[in-house]
């Protein structure tokens, strides 16, 4: 069945340090791609997604982009700030569209 | 965008209760889901609830262990029915913002441990 797999954390990292959380999946055809956030004490929201192969999701300096040859969606930030502290978590849409399938989640802290 | 709250934020249950978790939504949705994390694990979906008809349960979940209702479209409750240790754990309601495009809007999460 469909799957994902990110990295095992907890990353520790210093501020404006360079950040990439590996996300790979297995599933039918090409689905839809999405890394969702929660910061301390929220709800998991939506940070970006892609919909298709060599699609690019960016949004508050966070970008990942779809390949298919690999199968991977990694998250990527050119430097992290301590406001990105969170858990991250890599997820892909089922071929029915009706259901999220999400990894395990990987926990982020950046000290100042 | 929609505002998802959950009550209760966190409980401890004694083995053999039952608890409701109730999730209210600012606004109408046409899907809401239930969802359940348990440590150390991924977020896992629990059943989806639709107004009108019955939870679509996922494989490993049944109506008898987590019985749904979806009055309206703004609201659901989930129970969690005779607890045991193995049910502590982290249920999430999440409401879709456009149907089957995968973007969700989440709650806070309902902590549950149950002793």
């Known amino acids: 069945g469909d799957s994902v797999t990110q990295m095992e954390g907890p990353v520790t990292l210093s501020e404006e340090a360079f950040l990439t959380i590996n996300c790979t999946y297995t599933?039918?055809?090409?689905?839809?791609l999405f890394w969702y956030v929660q910061y301390p004490g929220e709800g998991l929201q939506l940070l970006l997604k892609?919909?298709?192969?060599?699609d690019k999701g960016s949004n508050k300096g966070f970008e990942a982009t779809y390949r298919k040859e690999t199968t991977s969606f990694h998250l990527e930030k050119g430097s992290v700030q301590v406001s990105d502290s969170a858990v991250y978590f890599c997820a892909l849409l089922n071929q029915a569209g009706t259901a999220l399938i999400f990894g395990k989640g990987t926990t982020l802290s950046v000290s100042s | 965008s929609a505002v998802i709250s959950q009550k209760p934020s966190r409980d401890i249950c004694q083995r053999g209760t039952s608890l409701t978790i109730q999730c209210q939504v600012d606004?109408?949705?046409?899907?809401m889901f239930w969802y359940r994390q348990q440590p150390g694990q991924s977020l896992t979906l629990i059943a989806t609830a639709n107004q009108g008809s019955e939870a679509t349960y996922e494989s490993g979940f049944v109506i008898d262990k987590f019985p749904i209702s979806r009055p309206n479209l703004t609201f659901s409750t989930l129970t969690v029915s005779n607890m045991s240790p193995e049910d502590s754990s982290i249920y999430l309601c999440?409401?879709?913002?456009?149907?089957?495009?995968?973007?969700?809007?989440f709650g806070e999460g309902s902590r549950l441990t149950v002793l």
């Open positions: 892609a919909t298709k192969a060599d």
């Open positions: 599933a039918t055809g090409y689905p839809s």
């Open positions: 999440s409401a879709d913002g456009v149907t089957n495009t995968g973007e969700l809007f």
């Open positions: 606004s109408q949705v046409t899907m």
